[in-house]
């Protein structure tokens, strides 16, 4: 069955460093990923999205991710995280036959992600 | 510019209260979901609606009934709310197939006592 793992539920990082979100997922093909992020109080936001061709993926807000098969991993970057940055983060799979239909998204627990002044 | 629109936003119900949550896009997409997050747990979808005139279930289904009204407007209905129900429901759209990013409204707030 499809999952998604996110193994790390909450990450403190300074302002200024950079950032890695860690993504494992399960699928026995060519997965379709996506990073989404979650401010408080509200909706989730896509970040960016993996459907194929260039392995390096950019985002939004300055974000990228990048798709190593080998390693079934789709791991979340920034270079410089910024105090705006501090939200929850949801990596998500999308799921061919989720109930024997099409077109849904498995997400993991997601990461809440704190910046230190 | 609204995208995915969801009534109410907070919901204080008791034990055994029914209620609807209504749910609205304008973005002509095909599909429609309904999520529940609770803390620790990520997202988990109740139900979805590939296309206009069908529902199915997802992962946890039990204790809640949906209707697509339309094209634009897919709502959850808690029949006898339960306190294991207290969440925040999020509502969702996108095009058809399994490559479409989901866009999401701001949830409902839904306490049950």
Redesign the interface.
Known sequence: AQSVTQPD?HITVSEGASLELRCNYSYGATP?L?W?VQSP??????LL?Y?SGDTLVQGIKGFEAEFKRSQSSFNLRKPSVHWSDAAEY?CAV???N????????I????TKLSVKP | NAG?TQTPKFQVLKTGQSMTLQCAQDMNHN?M?WYRQDP??????IY?S?SEGTT???EVPNGYNVSRLNKREFSLRLESAAPSQTSVY?C?S?Q????????????TRLSIL
Not at chain 1, 41 to 46: A, S, T, V
Not at chain 2, 40 to 45: H, P, S, V
Not at chain 2, 97 to 107: E, L, M, R, V
């Open positions: 539920i379709y996506f989404y109080g509200q909706g989730l936001q896509l999205k459907f949801f999308g799921a061919i989720y109930g024997g239909s099409q077109g849904n998204l997400f993991g627990k997601g | 995915v599909s979901y620790g747990m990520g997202l988990r979808l979805y590939a199915d279930k997802g999020f969702a996108s058809a197939g399994s490559n479409q990013p989901q866009h999401f409204g701001d949830g």
